[in-house]
């Protein structure tokens, strides 16, 4: 009887961090994340979109050239990008494009001098 009572307060402690994370996500946004925006802004376009719900499926409503447009989804791995409040006084260099470019549970994260593998901040 005890190891199923532990037993079921782990699945429990599983189950409630998962809620969060599904919490945190606004009415209408699909899982997934949006690419990287490097292209130069286009500041007279006007978005063409507001939420992931006026998105086609399997795209996202993202920022791309300074304003909002459906792009195709790209995944994510958990947890956040730590802040960097460097500045570079080299050129840009990214070396990774995406999370799938990074090992492990590393993330792509933009940083001062461009986008590396870093861990991600768990919360």
Do not use: T, Y
Request: glycine share 8%.
């Amino acid at each position: 009887m005890r190891a199923w009572s532990l037993l079921l307060l782990v699945a429990l402690l599983v189950v409630g961090s998962w809620l969060p994370a599904a919490s945190a996500r606004r009415k209408g946004e699909k899982f997934g994340g949006c690419p990287p925006d490097d292209g130069p802004c286009l500041l007279s376009v006007p978005d063409h979109c507001m939420d992931d719900s006026q998105c086609p499926a399997r795209m996202k409503c993202c920022s791309k050239a300074c304003f909002r447009q459906c792009v195709p989804m790209i995944s994510v791995k958990p947890g956040s990008c730590p802040e960097d409040r460097l500045q570079c006084l080299s050129p840009v260099q990214h070396l990774c494009h995406k999370d799938a470019d990074c090992r492990g549970s590393s993330r792509c994260c933009l940083g001062a001098c461009g986008r590396d593998c870093r861990n991600p901040i768990q919360g």
